[in-house]
T-cell receptor
C-alpha cells in the first residue's frame, strides 16, 4: 500500500544551523511533491513544489531535493531562525487525480 | 484577498447532533478540498470538488458525512449524527491550478 514517512520525533537544532527534514515514500510515482509549513492552530501554508524531473529547487533559505530512485525528498532550511519553528509536511501528488496525500509532518524546534 | 474562510472556528456538540461546517474558497479557484486532521492519522483528504462537482469522495468515512458545493463560492461539510470519534480539526482548501493548495484556518470540532 502507499505510504509516506516523515520523522515523527521533533528535530531540535540551534539557531544558525541548517535543518534537514526527510520525506520517504513507497508505492507512489508522483509527478510532483510539495512541502507545507503548519503553525499551531493554523492551516498548512504552501512553501515549495518540486517536479519529478527536477533534482533541486531553492527559495530564499529553503532548498528541496527530490530523488525518484530513492523515493525520497529532503527539505533544508539554512541559517535557521527561531521563527522557523513549526511542523513541516510533505505532500505527494496522487498520480492523475489532482489531489495530494500528506505525510504526518515533522516538528522543527529552533532554539536561540 | 481574504483567503479561504471557514466557519465556525470552534464547535462543541453532543453525540448524535448534526454538525455543519462551512467554507468560502478563494475567488477564482476552481478546486475545493475538505480535510480532517488528527494526531493519530494526520491530514486526510475527505472529498475533492472541481468546478463545484464532487470528483473524489473516497475519503469520506461513512454515510454520516456529506458535502455539498452549491456554487463556486460556498461549500458545506455535514456530519449527521455526530460521534465522539469525529472530533478533529477540519480544514477546507482551494486551488486554482490543482497543484498549490491554500488552506483555511480550520474548524476545531469536539463531540462530547
Amino acid at each position: 500500500s502507499q505510504k509516506i514517512e516523515q520523522n515523527s520525533e521533533a528535530l531540535n537544532i540551534q539557531e544558525g544551523k541548517t535543518a534537514t527534514l526527510t520525506c520517504n515514500y513507497t508505492n507512489y510515482s508522483p509527478a510532483y511533491l510539495q512541502w507545507y509549513r503548519q503553525d499551531p492552530g493554523r492551516g498548512p501554508v504552501f512553501l515549495l513544489l518540486i517536479r519529478e524531473n527536477e533534482k533541486e529547487k531553492r527559495k530564499e533559505r529553503l532548498k528541496v531535493t527530490f530523488d525518484t530512485t530513492l523515493k525520497q525528498s529532503l527539505f533544508h532550511i539554512t541559517a535557521s531562525q527561531p521563527a522557523d519553528s513549526a511542523t513541516y509536511l510533505c505532500a505527494l501528488e496522487n498520480s492523475g487525480y489532482s489531489t495530494l496525500t500528506f505525510g504526518k509532518g515533522t516538528m522543527l524546534l529552533v532554539s536561540p | 484577498d481574504a483567503g479561504v474562510i471557514q466557519s465556525p472556528r470552534h464547535e462543541v456538540t453532543e453525540m448524535g447532533q448534526e454538525v455543519t461546517l462551512r467554507c468560502k474558497p478563494i475567488s477564482g479557484h476552481n478546486s475545493l478540498f475538505w480535510y480532517r486532521q488528527t494526531m493519530m492519522r494526520g491530514l486526510e483528504l475527505l472529498i475533492y470538488f472541481n468546478n463545484n462537482v464532487p470528483i473524489d469522495d473516497s475519503g469520506m468515512p461513512e454515510d454520516r458525512f456529506s458535502a455539498k458545493m452549491p456554487n463556486a463560492s460556498f461549500s458545506t461539510l455535514k456530519i449527521q449524527p455526530s460521534e465522539p470519534r469525529d472530533s478533529a480539526v477540519y480544514f477546507c482548501a482551494s486551488s486554482e491550478v490543482q497543484e498549490t493548495q491554500y488552506f483555511g484556518p480550520g474548524t476545531r470540532l469536539l463531540v462530547l
